[in-house]
């Protein structure tokens, strides 16, 4: 029993398993109760599905923890938005305001992904991935 306990505390907190499971858990919370209700359909679903077949398709734990935090560091961004009601501002300013930025967090994570795919060592085969992705 002491030896299972050690074990447990030698594994990371985010193993793979972890980081699938926020990979898909994140992704639909953040579509459904920020997205969708803030950001033009094609938009938050073009950016959910970037997201999810890319991490998925591609199949490197590296590339998916790595996006990942950058998609949650996205999805906190349309959280302040719609927490401080800065949609409701910024719509009154120009009236896609919110879903520009929401088309720059999509270019920004493609291009994200795009760097990620260049630093691997079978970035030949995870290109092709990527634009089959796309």
């Excluded at 270019?107 to 290109?127: G, P, R, S, T």
């Amino acid at each position: 029993m002491k030896e299972n306990t050690i074990a447990r505390k030698a594994q990371p907190v985010f193993n793979e398993d972890t980081i699938r499971f926020l990979a898909v858990v994140i992704p639909l919370i953040g579509l459904v109760y920020l997205n969708l209700r803030m950001i033009d359909f094609c938009i938050a679903i073009a950016l959910y599905l970037s997201f999810t077949i890319g991490v998925f398709h591609f199949n490197k734990l590296e590339i998916m923890s790595s996006t990942l935090r950058l998609y949650s560091l996205i999805m906190v961004i349309n959280l302040i938005i719609r927490l401080f009601k800065l949609n409701v501002m910024l719509d009154n300013i120009f009236l896609w305001t919110v879903d520009l930025i929401a088309l720059v967090e999509l270019i920004v994570l493609l291009v994200y992904m795009k760097k990620q795919i260049n630093a691997q060592e079978d970035k030949e085969i995870l290109q092709k991935k990527y634009k089959q992705m796309l």
